[in-house]
């Protein structure tokens, strides 16, 4: 899609222009989807080009551009994936008027500037490329049609007619059994008994094998055409696992989104009638919610679905100890302070051992494959040093300011805490020992030193200042070192952007931050790709590339892993003040560069 191509609402192109981009469009069309067949004639399916998300065209748009034709005309869609979709109309004669009156038009049902429609006749829809599951969380289970007409109707009337039922804000409510408290996400106040009709959904439950024990609390929600809830956990200490919801009157998409990578959404499909068991992985690392809008892309078929009325009934077990779920980093139950902010050493070493250390012999050859670019700052610095000083790089990663071939006339020297990335920058020509910032096993006297990204790995602020003392005792006196960081302000840095991208609606986003503050209690939390809602986080990081590659060659079951790095992302003055607060060194600049403080100071006593 490119922005500068657009027209304005209501333009035409027709002739020579219009085939040319008929053209392109059906090689684009034969490059993703080649088992589609275009046709010679007048079919009952529409291939429609520059009608998708990417090009900035909504389902609800789209509705009202063909429905005029035909009211049940289906479409096909593809959000984020494809820059065209299709229309399956009920006869020929739909079709060929939408295609008469279309085709290459910027509709006026458009709200902006646009590129134009470009349509063709094609005999068959694609086949079904369904993504559901397929990236999704391990453990969920679907069972559809768990109950019948029958069972729903009593169940719809059992809700409907309950004058207890509460008119939120974004739905409504119903609770049997124990009140749900919303503002701490639990239950424990005694209410009104689970009655017969959802009993024998429980007894069902149970004849099935899906829970071993009895629910105690259950709530049912009512929603509206496009109603939805927002993306959450069930809370880990508040409930047993599985936490089991059944879907009447409509179907719906459901997303559930990877806790520990904000990009990994997977739209689950909850048919009418089914069951959702959200239990292991599902459950406890991966949030689930229901956008508000009017459309859902059905991820089954591609198909567009209007919203309709939804019950959704949830049965929950209160859990009456404390959660020891094997999802610690994401669990609200910190283990006793394992998951908290250190604040002793023994706990800091801890923790930099299992999140650090370990992670980065796990990642050294995917984080090899990402690491090549120079930081403008950190060259500048190199630049800056005399043909034939001693050059420590402390906490070299794969050696990339270490390479032979850069010619700069230095005698550079790494140090890395990581056997594998020591083992994968001595294979680049480079010369490097194996230790940390803390204890490099190097002889001081060194020209010139550098630290990248090293320093924010340090848990406790007794260990970052520890971490500059060493980089000091390593310099002569008028040696100069380079020290970077990430920062807490992004501003306008790549990763920023990058992170526009992941944001959620106004409304949820404001949500689930002012969750994670409920959540921040000194305790460690897991970065989800957005703004940093803390300094002392833990990042993850998902291996994909030649690794997850050659692991799938071998295994086809086989999934990204994600691994989670601690981080003390520093604040504005902060890293400043850590090298002010060393004796005997002088801080020459701190500058923000794309997300990082570049720090640069010289020894002098």
Not at 356 to 377: C, L, N, Q
């Amino acid at each position: 899609f490119k922005s500068d191509k657009e027209r304005p609402v209501g333009a035409v192109i027709s002739g020579g222009k219009l085939l040319k981009k008929s053209k392109k469009s059906l090689e684009q069309l034969k490059r993703h989807d080649p088992d589609v067949e275009v046709a010679s004639e007048p079919t009952k399916i529409l291939f429609v080009a520059n009608s998708s998300v990417l090009c900035s065209v909504s389902p609800e748009e789209l509705q009202e551009i063909f429905s005029p034709f035909d009211a049940d005309a289906q479409l096909i869609v593809f959000p984020n994936r494809r820059a065209y979709s299709f229309v399956d109309f009920s006869t020929v004669d739909a079709a060929v008027r939408a295609k008469d009156e279309l085709n290459g038009k910027v509709p006026e049902q458009l709200r902006k500037s646009h590129l134009p429609f470009v349509i063709e006749f094609v005999k068959n829809l694609p086949l079904s490329k369904t993504s559901e599951c397929a990236s999704g969380p391990r453990d969920l289970q679907i069972v559809d049609d768990f109950v019948d007409e029958g069972i729903e109707r009593d169940l719809i009337e059992l809700v409907m007619n309950d004058p207890r039922l509460n008119e939120m804000k974004h739905r409504s409510v119903l609770h049997w059994g124990h009140a749900f408290d919303y503002s701490t996400n639990s239950a424990f106040v005694p209410i009104e008994a689970i009655p017969p009709q959802l009993e024998a959904i429980v007894g069902r439950l149970f004849e099935k094998g899906f829970i071993t024990e009895k629910p105690d609390q259950i709530t049912a929600n009512v929603y509206s055409p496009g109603q939805g809830i927002p993306s959450h956990f069930d809370t880990h200490s508040a409930f047993e696992d599985p936490v089991v919801s059944l879907s009447l009157l409509a179907d719906v998409v459901m997303e559930f989104k990877d806790a520990a990578n904000s990009a990994r959404i997977a739209p689950i499909l909850l048919p009418r009638r089914s069951l959702c068991l959200i239990q292991g992985d599902s459950r406890y690392r991966w949030k689930h919610g229901i956008v508000n809008r009017q459309y859902d892309v059905c991820p089954r078929t591609n198909r567009l679905l209007r919203r309709q009325q939804r019950v959704s009934i949830t049965f929950r077990k209160i859990r009456h100890e404390p959660c020891r779920c094997d999802y610690k980093e994401f669990c609200d139950w910190d283990r006793n302070g394992e998951m908290a902010v250190p604040s002793v050493s023994s706990a800091a070493r801890a923790l930099e051992c299992n999140y650090v250390a370990d992670v980065y012999e796990k990642i050294a050859p995917h984080f090899d494959e990402t690491r090549h670019a120079v930081w403008s700052g950190v060259k500048r610095f190199l630049d800056s040093i005399p043909a034939g000083s001693l050059l420590y790089d402390i906490g070299c990663g794969n050696g990339k300011y270490l390479l032979p071939e850069r010619n700069d006339g230095l005698i550079k020297i790494g140090a890395d805490r990581c056997l594998g990335l020591c083992e994968i920058a001595a294979g680049k020509g480079c010369c490097v020992v194996r230790g940390d910032a803390l204890g490099a096993p190097l002889r001081s006297g060194a020209d010139a030193v550098i630290s990248i990204a090293v320093l924010h790995h340090m848990s406790t602020l007794e260990r970052r200042k520890k971490a500059i003392e060493e980089i000091a005792a390593l310099l002569r006196v008028g040696g100069r070192a380079c020290v970077t960081v990430w920062s807490l302000e992004q501003g306008q840095s790549e990763y920023a952007k990058m992170r526009e991208n992941r944001e959620e609606n106004g409304e949820e986003k404001k949500k689930e931050e002012k969750e994670k503050e409920k959540e921040d209690g000194g305790r460690l939390l897991v970065h989800d790709g957005r703004a940093f809602v803390q300094q002392d986080l833990l990042v993850p990081w998902t291996v994909a590339g030649k690794e997850a590659r050659k692991k799938k060659e071998e295994d086809d079951t086989v999934e990204e892993e994600t691994f989670l790095r601690f981080y003390h992302v520093f604040c504005e003055g902060e890293l400043g003040e850590l090298v002010e607060s060393v004796d005997g060194l002088k801080l020459e600049s701190v500058e923000l560069e794309q997300g990082n403080y570049v720090a640069v100071f010289e020894r002098i006593r």
